[in-house]
Nanobody, 124 residues
Framework: QVQLVESGGGLVQAGGSLRLSCAAS????????MGWFRRAPGKEREFVGTCNWSGAITRYLDSVKGRFSISRDNAKNTVYLQMNSLKPEDTAVYFC?????????????????WGQGTQVTVSS
């Protein structure tokens, strides 16, 4: 089992920045592919980005490319989502997720472990 706990959400004005953290515990975290997803009110859960075990290989939703970046510190068992130039349409609950397979999947069903989510609200 892997337990994931997100933090860092909050209220920010459009154009601002937030950094979300996801702390992992339990089974080996180092080799896990880590993903970030979000669910906006009234919408389906949406892929945001994912990274490989080292953080060197990433994949992002087109609408966040150039604004969001994923990194990880395996020594701290933590993965981060740096969000810059935030827009009101980025408002959502953000979730981190982990999977043991090495493929950087954008599909939520491919992830085995999930955090409880953290709310991000971007005001216009």
């Amino acid at each position: 089992q892997v337990q994931l706990v997100e933090s860092g959400g909050g209220l920010v004005q459009a154009g601002g920045s937030l950094r979300l953290s996801c702390a992992a515990s339990g089974r080996t975290f180092t080799n896990a592919v880590m993903g970030w997803f979000r669910r906006a009110p009234g919408k389906e859960r949406e892929f945001v980005g994912t990274c490989n075990w080292s953080g060197a290989i990433t994949r992002y939703l087109d609408s966040v490319k150039g604004r969001f970046s994923i990194s990880r510190d395996n020594a701290k068992n933590t993965v981060y989502l740096q969000m810059n130039s935030l827009k009101p349409e980025d408002t959502a609950v953000y979730f981190c997720a982990a999977r043991s397979n090495s493929y950087l999947s954008p599909r939520a069903d491919d992830y085995d472990y999930w955090g409880q989510g953290t709310q991000v609200t971007v005001s216009s």
